[in-house]
């Protein structure tokens, strides 16, 4: 089904009848990841899973957006189902937009119980590797922004940029690679303790985009919070043990044996 919110066509899937949960996926990827999470839900509730504006078939934004940027995008599609109260579950960059969204004032919707998956938001500690890596991509910028250079190989920069970039980075258009720039230098660390709803963290203990030390900090700060740990699962832990996924958001969400 599609909406438009904030000027852009959104995407979305809607299944279940009840209380509202709705779905947040991660950077790079779309709502078509939850359908199994969905089924699962949808026995006993209404569950929203939409794309984010740059993924699937949801419009890019015209110009750059912050996670606080994203996470109005969301008040306003989740405010357009006129719910009352409604159960938040967000996959890795979808964890970033709900922990701004928990320490947002005057919702128009209360925040009933909250599910962070593999969850972004804690700024990592950056390796040698990874700051020489920054060097050389800084250095390297400056030379080829030199004026001979550039007017010589025009098309250099944003080569250099593709090459020295994440695949996400690679692969996103402008607009969305200045969004990826904006939304994952911003540590979200502080917001953690302010977080008053009961919360749920499912990390895989393979993780290697969010380590499972985030999921342990994030235990630490959120007050009313606890830590599942998906044995043998990596970043998309609700894709690779599904079964076990399955069993313990029926429990989180008091949903018996169904």
């Keep these: 089904m599609n909406c438009v919110v904030k000027g852009l066509k959104t995407h979305y899937f809607i299944q279940g009848q009840g209380d509202y949960v709705f779905l947040l996926h991660g950077w790079g990827a779309d709502a078509t990841l939850f359908k199994q999470v969905m089924d699962v839900i949808a026995s006993r509730y209404t569950v929203v899973a939409f794309d984010f504006p740059g993924f699937g078939q949801t419009a890019e934004p015209e110009q750059a957006w912050s996670v606080s940027d994203y996470t109005d995008f969301t008040i306003e599609f989740i405010r357009s189902f006129a719910c009352k109260k409604v159960i938040l579950l967000g996959h890795s960059f979808g964890g970033r937009v709900i922990i701004k969204m928990a320490n947002e004032k005057n919702l128009p919707f ?143 969400l008091n949903m018996g044996d169904n």
């Design 110 to 252: 209360t925040l009933d119980k909250l599910i962070l998956v593999n969850s972004a938001g804690i700024l990592p500690r950056r390796s040698l590797a990874y700051k020489i890596r920054v060097g050389v991509y800084k250095t390297g910028k400056a030379v080829l922004s030199m004026p001979g250079i550039k007017n010589m190989f025009p098309h250099a920069i944003a080569a250099f940029k593709k090459k020295m970039g994440s695949a996400d980075y690679a692969q996103a258009s402008d607009v969305m690679r200045q969004c990826l720039v904006k939304t994952v230098n911003e540590d979200l660390t502080p917001l953690l303790k302010t977080i008053s709803v009961p919360a749920l963290l499912i990390w895989g203990e393979n993780d290697t985009a969010t380590p499972l030390a985030d999921g342990r900090m994030m235990e630490e700060q959120i007050p009313n919070s606890g830590l599942v740990i998906l044995k043998g699962a990596g970043h998309y832990s609700f894709l690779d043990q599904p079964a076990i996924f399955a069993r313990v958001i029926r429990s989180f």
